[in-house]
């Protein structure tokens, strides 16, 4: 029985020590963000990124009640240091709508809200320049395609960003600093989800 006990605790403390947090994000995207994120994941050693997209085309409030359902149902448990994201674009959402989610994220302090205008690519776009003066959609992609000229949604190389980050956070904030109209003005707080996972990546619990 010596040995049994002791092997149960010598268990217990093997899985403390492997312990990772979790972050898990609701992207609204099927393709860009959870291709971007994964790529992520590959860097941290103690943080573990799960994404969960819905399975039909979204919209913000369809992000927001998967996370709801996800956390309620017990699907997953927001254990210490864990976090609960939704990532989502301005695009074709109502302003009401978008609202519902940030309300949401005011809830918990493992809730966050990360909200692109007009979409998860103007992030992207950041890894190389400010994305200063973009006017519509398709200029934010014809810019992007200036620094990645065969760029798709779900194809692109995540590598040619990931040293990027650092240049990436500094040009959304600047951005972030100037906007006068979150709904109108084009801009994004991915910024604060990737700031986070740094964060919780240096953190030891």
């Known amino acids: 029985m010596g040995n049994n006990t002791s092997q149960s605790r010598f268990s217990r403390s093997q899985d403390i020590r492997s312990y ?41 409030v369809q992000v927001l009640t998967l996370a709801q359902e996800f956390i309620a149902n017990g699907i997953i448990t927001l254990r210490k240091g864990d976090e609960a994201w939704l990532v989502v674009d301005v695009d074709n959402n109502k302003k009401e709508d978008l609202e519902l989610l940030f309300r949401w994220s005011e809830e918990s302090e493992r809730y966050g809200f990360a909200l692109s205008n007009p979409k998860f690519e103007i992030w992207l776009l950041q890894h190389f320049e400010l994305g200063d003066a973009i006017q519509s959609v398709s200029e934010c ?65």
Do not use: Q
Request: charged share 30%.
């Open 141 to 205: 992609d014809a810019r992007l395609m200036r620094h990645l000229e065969n760029y798709t949604k779900a194809g692109f190389n995540v590598a040619k960003f990931l040293d990027k980050i650092p240049n990436a956070i500094s040009n959304a904030e600047i951005k972030y600093k100037h906007c006068n109209d979150w709904f109108y003005d084009f801009h994004t707080t991915v910024f604060r989800l990737v700031k986070r996972i740094l964060d919780l990546e240096k953190e030891v619990i």
């Open 20 to 60: 990772k947090k979790v972050v898990h994000i609701f992207p609204e995207g099927k393709k860009t963000e959870p291709r971007y994120f994964n790529g992520l994941n590959k860097l941290c050693k103690n943080v573990r990124l799960e994404i969960h997209s819905c399975r039909k085309k979204t919209s913000a």
